[in-house]
């Protein structure tokens, strides 16, 4: 069956720098986009960052950002590894949420998610 694993979450000082990780499993990595998404107390799930599947980042396509995370976020895939990675700098306390791996498709897939906290 189709698992999104993440990790890589923690406390972290405003203006630092985490990388999160999302294991995958049970489906063709390379043939789907894969996005991260996050959601704060109180607030919306919110569309973080989406790349592209394979065959479309060969022929040019870009990655999607947030405008609230563009460049300070970047968005990665490793496909012999089929895991997708979301690194972000710059952290600020506005960042702090649950982060969710998501993969859409047919069906929709969601990880556990995991938690940023970004603090002094």
């Known amino acids: 069956q189709v698992q999104l694993v993440e990790s890589g979450g923690g406390l972290v000082q405003p203006g630092g720098s985490l990388r999160l990780s999302c294991a995958t499993s049970?489906?063709?990595?390379?043939?789907?986009?894969m996005s991260w998404y996050r959601q704060a107390p109180g607030k919306e799930r919110e569309l973080v960052a989406t790349i592209l599947r394979a065959t479309i980042l060969r022929t040019g396509g870009n990655p999607y950002y947030a405008d609230s995370v563009k460049g300070r976020f970047t968005i990665s895939r490793d496909n012999a590894k089929n895991t997708v990675y979301l690194q972000m700098n710059s952290l600020k306390p506005e960042d702090t949420a649950v982060y969710y791996c998501?993969?859409?498709?047919?069906?929709?897939?969601w990880g556990q998610g995991t938690q940023v906290t970004v603090s002094s």
């Open positions: 049970g489906f063709i990595f390379s043939n789907y986009a």
């Open positions: 998501f993969r859409g498709g047919v069906q929709d897939y």
